[in-house]
């Protein structure tokens, strides 16, 4: 479980963006591979084993067999070190293999029962196609997908590690431990009435962990709860008692976005200080803070697609017989038609939109958008929005000025929502087929 390169990783999130994403002709959910994409980046990903849309389908029994299985071949203390590396040195995947060994050891044999939404009430099985690059994806890239909510992900995540020869596995730096023992401390010092929200904010603030964003804090909390080392009596985690999916989906309310035992953990309960002395206690804190990593210098954050054609843009806020190139994914774009201009009760300044009949691999031109006609929704229903941020929206640049209106043989729709320009991103797959 090597960290990929940066330039793999780069790729796969093109990839991976949401809007290539579709359901293939056996319904799997799958991502489109840009067609702006050259034969050698085609060749990193298959040299790095990532070639995307690579699935798997295991039923109910063989995924919760493969899951124990690799359960009992992993060692909690080389597991719990890789956990403890990953706070700074070792690649975020790494996180994963603690919890998943966790649940595939407490993990019992069962029959398939469903709950409403179809995922099995034991275990959260449910039943489809995975795309195994994009769980190492996000694996790599948030520390993600450890079988709490897919037991299919556990075992991906421990085959992983297992295939991963034993001296590549990470060990903890001094760093790493003083890290991890800073985070318990913090934990320990939250005032009683604390909650999750809290605890992820104060760990954020602490800037303690590598990729430091609100997320990466929220999970590193939820696998200290998932194995139970932040628990309630009602409430325990997987070390302390096997808790079933059904268990850990509830939530003191519908705002809570975490499960049990996380969701009703609060500070007063504190840590189970035997569970950090069983997995943790051979990694002793040092006594002097030990020196930082050095600070990589701020870089310009890589966009997510190539550099290629860009639309020629002509700058100013919007104007009645504007029309925009809309970039609907990376190798595809279409154009939209501004109306009219107005000014809202909020000030916001918004133009009447429509989508024209257009789809293009490369940004269109003013040439190319002059007398073409609208495009109306799949149901032959005409559409607009009144969209703000026209002149201040990635993906969305202003190529021409002053066309008249093309002609419609519907009239104007009685109601037309109220939006972004980012909208226009997304929303033309009620427009366009693609």
């Known amino acids: 479980m090597?960290?990929?390169?940066?330039?793999?990783?780069?790729?796969?999130?093109?990839?991976?963006?949401s809007r290539n994403s579709f359901f293939d002709a056996e319904g799997r959910y799958s991502h489109r591979i840009p067609s702006t994409f050259t034969e050698a980046e085609h060749q990193q990903l298959r040299d790095a084993g990532l070639v995307p849309n690579v699935f798997i389908r295991w039923g109910h029994d063989e995924a919760i067999d493969k899951l124990r299985q690799a359960a009992s071949k992993v060692d909690l203390r080389a597991a719990a070190d890789a956990f403890v590396a990953s706070m700074v040195s070792a690649d975020l995947s790494w996180l994963t293999v603690l919890p998943a060994a966790v649940l595939g050891r407490a993990m019992p044999v069962h029959a398939e029962e469903s709950m409403r939404g179809g995922s099995c009430r034991v275990c959260f099985f449910e039943a489809g196609a995975i795309d195994a690059?994009?769980?190492a994806y996000f694996r790599h890239l948030e520390g993600a997908g450890w079988g709490d909510a897919q037991p299919v992900n556990g075992a991906l995540a421990l085959s992983a590690a297992i295939d991963s020869p034993p001296a590549s596995w990470p060990r903890p730096t001094p760093r790493d431990v003083w890290v991890f023992h800073q985070v318990l401390d913090l934990l320990r010092a939250l005032p009683a009435t604390a909650r999750y929200s809290q605890a992820r904010t104060a760990l954020h603030k602490a800037g303690l962990l590598s990729a430091n964003r609100p997320s990466r804090c929220?999970?590193?909390?939820?696998?200290?709860a998932f194995i139970g080392i932040l628990q309630t009596p009602e409430h325990p985690g997987l070390m302390t008692r096997f808790t079933t999916a059904?268990?850990?989906?509830?939530?003191?309310?519908?705002?809570?976005?975490?499960?049990?035992?996380?969701?009703?953990?609060?500070?007063?309960?504190?840590?189970?200080?035997?569970?950090?002395?069983?997995?943790?206690?051979?990694?002793?804190?040092?006594?002097?803070?030990?020196?930082?990593?050095?600070?990589?210098?701020?870089?310009?954050?890589?966009?997510?697609?190539?550099?290629?054609?860009?639309?020629?843009?002509?700058?100013?806020?919007?104007?009645?017989?504007?029309?925009?190139?809309?970039?609907?994914?990376?190798?595809?774009w279409?154009?939209?038609?501004?109306?009219?201009?107005?000014?809202?009760?909020?000030?916001?300044?918004?133009g009447r939109?429509?989508?024209?009949?257009?789809?293009?691999?490369?940004?269109?031109?003013?040439?190319?958008?002059a007398g073409l006609g609208f495009r109306d929704r799949l149901n032959g229903e005409r559409w607009q929005s009144w969209c703000g941020g026209l002149d201040k929206t990635t993906g969305v640049k202003r190529i021409a000025v002053d066309l008249p209106a093309p002609a419609h043989r519907q009239p104007v729709p009685e109601r037309i929502p109220t939006g972004g320009a980012s909208d226009l991103t997304h929303l033309a797959q009620w427009n366009f087929r693609f």
């Open 2 to 17: 090597i960290h990929p390169d940066p330039a793999v990783m780069a790729l796969l999130a093109r990839v991976y963006n």
């Open 246 to 332: 059904i268990e850990r989906d509830r939530r003191p309310s519908v705002r809570v976005e975490v499960p049990a035992p996380l969701a009703w953990w609060s500070a007063k309960e504190g840590l189970q200080e035997t569970l950090v002395a069983t997995l943790f206690g051979h990694l002793q804190r040092p006594q002097v803070e030990p020196t930082p990593p050095p600070a990589t210098p701020a870089a310009r954050r890589k966009t997510a697609s190539p550099a290629g054609p860009r639309p020629r843009s002509i700058s100013g806020p919007p104007t009645p017989g504007s029309v925009y190139a809309i970039r609907f994914r990376e190798d595809l």
């Open 334 to 350: 279409g154009a939209a038609y501004c109306h009219e201009v107005r000014t809202d009760g909020r000030g916001v300044l918004r």
């Open 133 to 135: 690059t994009q769980a």
């Open 218 to 224: 929220g999970t590193v909390l939820e696998v200290l």
């Open 353 to 369: 939109m429509e989508y024209l009949d257009l789809l293009s691999p490369t940004p269109p031109t003013a040439e190319q958008v």
